[in-house]
């Protein structure tokens, strides 16, 4: 079992703990704020086990119906958690509003403020390790799921704003004001989660820098050989996958084997600087060159 599905594991076991802690918090209290906090854990519960499901099968191998393999997964995974987020949200702007046209006082607020406390530093410390964790090894899924917890982490902070205020002031109605304003925040991190997905799924460019490392280390390892010009470049992402394609053009009268050597050369390049990455190169004569949309090696012949 790799590290990522640890993680993944982990999550599961993480959000079950938090869950208990804020339905004692919610069950102690009363407090309308704690309890959407606990009704938001199933959310986190559910995302977690999606995790799951979506890395195992991004880690099945390619096949006949899916030759690309199927990295993909990690991308509809998040997408569905940005739209339980959503749903969480709504949630709880409906039980806010109940809240708000018949406020009333909490029992034992102090502790249920405590142990919400507690459930809420346990996230925001894994909400850390998965992001971290999710971006060393290029997990989509992992990083969303860390991200959807430190949503999380932002609503337990309003909660317990919301309602210590609504304790100290005797102003109950300021804890289902807080419970609004928590969910706008939900749903404004929940469309961010679906509309980073939405981007992989739509074989979205890489980065402005990994494309800048993906054009040098093409232009270094080219020069070695006897490449003259290397166009029409395209990447996207695929879970921790990158795929880069481009035409590279050498002299007419270079053989197969020199021009696989060549090829060769560049690939190891790009694997070293992007580990997990899919290169495909198209050969081409000198002939083929453009005058522009070009990384010059150094040789190229003017454009025909």
């Known amino acids: 079992m790799d590290r990522v599905m640890r993680l993944a594991i982990g999550s599961v076991v993480v959000a079950l703990f938090v869950m208990a802690l804020k339905v004692v918090a919610w069950q102690i209290t009363g407090s309308l704020a704690l309890m959407s906090d606990a009704l938001e854990s199933l959310v986190n519960l559910a995302t977690a086990l999606a995790v799951i499901v979506a890395l195992k099968v991004a880690k099945r191998p390619a096949d006949d119906n899916h030759p690309f393999g199927h990295h993909k997964a990690e991308f509809f995974s998040a997408v569905l958690e940005g739209v339980l987020i959503v749903l969480a949200a709504l949630f709880i702007l409906r039980e806010a509003w109940d809240g708000l046209v018949a406020p009333r006082a909490m029992d034992a607020p102090m502790l249920g403020l405590a142990i919400s406390a507690g459930a809420g530093a346990i996230n925001g410390v894994w909400a850390v390790l998965l992001i971290r964790q999710g971006r060393r090894h290029r997990s989509p899924a992992l990083v969303a799921d860390g991200k ?5 982490v932002v609503s337990s902070v309003g909660v317990l704003a919301g309602v210590g205020l609504a304790v100290v002031t005797g102003w109950w109605v300021l804890d289902p004001v807080m419970a609004v304003l928590v969910a706008f925040n939900i749903l404004w991190a929940g469309w961010g989660v679906i ?10 460019a890489v980065s402005d820098d990994e494309q800048a490392t ?7 390892a080219g020069r070695e050989g006897a490449a003259l010009e290397a166009h029409d ?17 050498v002299p007419g009268d270079t053989t197969v084997e020199a021009a696989h050597v ?7 390049a790009l694997c070293d600087a992007l580990p997990d990455a899919r290169v ?12 522009s949309g070009q990384l010059d090696l150094g040789r190229a012949p003017a454009g025909h």
């Open 148 to 152: 959807h917890l430190m949503t999380d």
């Open 214 to 220: 993906i054009r040098a280390v093409i232009e270094e």
């Open 195 to 204: 509309r980073g997905s939405l981007s992989g799924l739509m074989d979205e």
């Open 280 to 291: 495909t190169i198209h050969v081409e004569p000198e002939h083929k060159a453009k005058e």
């Open 233 to 249: 470049l395209r990447t996207r992402h695929a879970g921790p996958v990158t795929f880069i394609e481009f035409h590279l053009v």
């Open 262 to 268: 060549i090829c060769d050369r560049i690939e190891a």
